[in-house]
């Protein structure tokens, strides 16, 4: 299909017009004018072809649900990562006092024990506790004698060992 001389110079004209609102100046007699308006044409239907094209990426990513966050406002993501601290010291707290509890329980589990054998190994520590005394200033003591003959008045005299030991008799154990 060949182009009248009149279509030529109307499309020369039309292209020179285009090309002078993106700041090109040709005139319209330019012999160029026809393949840059072309190029332009090819040019729009790429950039709708590429448009159409990610669309279609963008449909398909939103179809696979990938675990990427886009965030619109500011302040958002600095929000996400605030939760995310939250949730690890909530789940840090909620494991410290699982192993508080824990901890807890078996100390009062072994102390119960530990005082249950205190209890069964004293035996009649009762009356050696019974001669504490109290002085003026508050402080708690002991009057012990040394023991005078062979016999020993269990609680209230020592027996002499070594320079640096006594010992003090409590009583024997009872038999059951």
């Known amino acids: 299909m060949a182009m009248t001389d009149q ?28 393949a840059l308006y072309i190029i332009h044409k090819e040019m729009e239907l790429n950039n709708q072809n590429n448009k159409a094209l990610a669309s279609q990426v963008n449909e398909a990513s939103l179809r696979i649900n990938p675990k990427v966050f886009h965030f ?6 600095w929000k996400f990562q605030m939760a995310i601290v939250f949730k690890w010291i909530i789940s840090g707290l909620i494991a410290a006092l699982f192993t508080l509890i824990a901890v807890w329980y078996w100390s009062m589990a072994n102390d119960v024990d530990r005082a249950r054998i205190i209890i069964e190994s004293s035996g009649n520590m009762g009356e050696f506790l019974k001669a504490v005394k109290k002085d003026k200033a508050g402080y708690y003591f002991i009057d012990l004698r040394a023991a005078k003959g062979d ?26």
């Open 72 to 77: 619109q406002y500011p302040g958002e993501a």
């Open 7 to 34: 279509e030529q110079k109307e499309l020369r004209a039309y292209c020179a017009s285009l090309l002078k609102e993106y700041g090109f100046q040709f005139s319209p007699n330019d012999p160029v004018i026809p």
């Open 151 to 176: 016999s020993i008045r269990n609680f209230h005299e020592y027996e002499k060992l070594n320079a640096n030991t006594i010992r003090i008799h409590f009583g024997r154990e009872t038999s059951n």
